[in-house]
């Protein structure tokens, strides 16, 4: 059932138009962020809405019966690492301030339910160990964009935590590759959308 569901012309649609208005409400949240950042960065800062908007152009092939196999690694890679790393960060967020409001619960959903398509759509990825090297390759760079030269969303109550938190972010990294990996390269049971 899910997999008739998840193949269906429509259902298909509606994902790719839930997840285009969802990756540009994402970049126009990271608008103060992005003002202030230097142009070199700018395509390392926006992390959730870059992942949304990888596997809205997949979405977009899928409808087509097209595979995209580059940006299908960096779009499971990335909506995994992004999803969970939103989910983990406004969790933290309630422990150490008490509350996150509406929009922080609104963010827990979302990245929790972004980390979740990417995966389940594995089965139709073409990926092959060379776009898994080179999406791990971007993955680990933005770490270090992030963290080395701290163009890290701004969560100011979380800014005390910044070293854990990179260091979090860097075994997140290499935990998503790893299960891209298993899901789509180890397991070569590849089904057709």
Request: aromatic share 20%; no cysteine; glycine share 6%.
């Amino acid at each position: 059932m899910i997999q008739y569901i998840l193949r269906d012309k429509l259902f298909l649609l509606l994902l790719f138009v839930v997840n285009l208005f969802g990756t540009i409400y994402g970049y126009i949240w990271y608008r103060y962020q992005l003002a202030i950042t230097p142009d070199i960065f700018l395509i390392f800062v926006p992390d959730s809405p870059t992942a949304s908007l990888f596997f809205t152009i997949v979405i977009f092939f899928f409808l087509f019966k097209k595979n995209v196999p580059y940006i299908e690694a960096l779009a499971i890679i990335t909506l995994f690492k992004y999803g969970v790393w939103a989910v983990v960060m406004n969790v933290f967020t309630i422990i150490v301030d008490g509350s996150i409001g509406w929009q922080g619960y609104m963010l827990i959903a979302s990245h929790g339910a972004m980390a979740i398509q990417g995966l389940l759509y594995a089965p139709y990825y073409r990926i092959k160990l060379r776009h898994i090297v080179i999406a791990a390759i971007w993955t680990l760079h933005n770490d270090i964009i992030d963290y080395v030269y701290g163009m890290m969303p701004t969560y100011s109550s979380l800014n005390a935590y910044m070293n854990e938190i990179g260091y979090f972010t860097f075994w997140l990294s290499i935990l998503s590759i790893y299960i891209a990996y298993m899901l789509t390269i180890k397991n070569k049971n590849k089904q057709t959308l």
